[in-house]
């Protein structure tokens, strides 16, 4: 199960909105062993596209070099899908290369990219480890000493 504060989903789904009609993408880093995601980083989709993410590949080193100084790791990865639902293409599944990450997915389909949109937004989150896809459970919590949703 994925237990995120509701000021980091709110910030992912404002980053996919905010990046439609190309994919959004970034990681939300926490201290390791913690599985509790705890700083948001949103990163630039070097692919610009509206079908494929792609880190930057220097982007990518100098926040994994900064989360190792850190003692963090990635307890979230994040992406946007443009025009399908949230669930991991084939691409996806065969780039997924943290096995305890969480990967999160936002759909922006069908307006979903517009702040006046009144529906819930799809955020759905996946482990994936040895192209195995399972879907987990999402707790949206207020605070994490509490546990309050």
């Not at 070099?65 to 025009?83: F, G, L, N, W």
Request: proline share 7%; aromatic share 10%.
């Amino acid at each position: 199960m994925l237990i995120i504060d509701t000021a980091t989903y709110d910030a992912i789904v404002a980053h996919a909105r905010r990046d439609h009609p190309d994919e959004a993408c970034g990681v939300v880093a926490g201290p390791a062993g913690s599985d509790r995601p705890a700083r948001f980083i949103p990163m630039l989709n070097a692919a610009m596209s509206p079908t494929f993410y792609e880190f930057d590949s220097g982007d990518l080193f100098r926040l994994y070099k900064e989360m190792d100084s850190r003692d963090e790791e990635p307890v979230v990865i994040y992406h946007s899908h443009t025009a399908t639902e949230a669930y991991p293409s084939r691409t996806d599944i065969n780039l997924a290369q943290e096995p305890n990450a969480h990967y999160v997915l936002v759909s922006t389909r069908d307006g979903a990219d517009q702040p006046s949109f009144d529906g819930p937004v799809e955020f759905r989150s996946y482990r994936i480890v040895d192209g195995e896809v399972t879907e987990e459970e999402i707790q949206v919590v207020a605070d994490y000493n509490t546990g309050e949703i």
